[in-house]
């Protein structure tokens, strides 16, 4: 527990929404433990534990704050900056409710846009294919398992979208894309179940390389399609520095050409919107 809290507490300081990601793999791993068979009280015990390593990981986050605070001088425990430590205990007493009911919708959202904003027809397919497989092969599991491990895998489904997305709880709503990044762990969801049906599955070995394969490509096409988006994302990216660079290259040298201005004292006002895309 002390090794991977102190693991957690190391990530959350890279980047406090990883804290999510660290949830979600714990519930994860209590699914395809419940998928596989294991007992109720082993899957009990191993979430039990993760919950502990959570614990502990907040009380180490918060005493590496404040050693770094002391050695550098900066504090961000007392103020209220944007997405501030400072601000999650006024995001948690103002509404929690309420935002956890928005965390939800949230999610809802984020996938529920998959089918407005993206036109390509495989990538579409390939979400659907893995929606499908989720609720089927989820229900074909819940139908083969003790009432027990039903409710544990019935409760996990029901937290998993808040886990994904308790980064929205704690910081009262104030999100953006990046802080998402645990909804796409979701896939792995379909993986879990496929690979259950494959191996313990008793229906002929046709159906269950089908399904599988089904499942497995269905993720691949949406990593293929994640890399060469991202691809061409940082492409763009490139090319507006380069573009924003070459602009205010020729702007600076248009100022040092006056003989009235002087570099890093004379005051400068750039007036205008868009001015590269229209110029």
């Known amino acids: 527990l002390g090794t991977g809290a102190f693991v957690v507490s190391v990530t959350m300081g890279i980047y406090q929404s990883f804290l999510s990601v660290t949830i979600v793999l714990i519930m994860l791993a209590c699914i395809r433990d419940v ?47 944007y997405n501030s430590l400072g601000n999650v205990g006024n995001s948690l007493s103002s509404g929690i409710f309420s935002s956890i009911v928005a965390a939800y919708l949230d999610f809802i959202k984020s996938f529920k846009s998959l089918l407005t904003t993206n036109g390509n027809n495989l990538f579409l397919l390939a979400h659907v294919l893995i929606a499908a497989a989720i609720v089927v092969l989820s229900v074909y599991s819940l139908l083969r398992m003790r009432w027990n491990n039903r409710i544990l895998l019935i409760l996990l489904g029901i937290f998993m979208p808040l886990a994904m997305n308790v980064t929205y709880v704690l910081s009262g709503g ?12 979701i896939y792995l969801v379909a993986l879990i179940f496929g690979m259950n049906f494959f191996e313990k599955s008793q ?77």
Do not use: C
């Open 35 to 81: 998928v596989t068979g294991n007992e109720f009280l082993d899957v009990l015990k191993r979430g039990l534990q993760g919950i502990a390593m959570l614990a502990i990981a907040a009380v180490i986050y918060v005493i590496e704050i404040v050693l770094f605070s002391n050695f550098t001088g900066i504090s961000i425990m007392g103020n209220s900056d």
């Open 174 to 185: 104030v999100i953006h894309d990046l802080m998402r990044y645990a909804f796409w762990l």
């Open 203 to 279: 229906i002929s070995l046709t159906i269950r390389q089908g399904v599988y394969l089904a499942v497995v490509l269905s993720v691949f096409i949406i990593i293929f399609g994640n890399i060469q988006t991202a691809n061409s994302i940082y492409m763009k990216k490139h090319l507006e520095y380069q573009g924003t660079l070459s602009y205010m290259t020729r702007v600076a040298d248009r100022m040092e050409s006056q003989e009235d201005y002087i570099p890093g004292e004379t005051p400068v006002l750039i007036v205008g919107e868009d001015v590269i895309g229209k110029s």
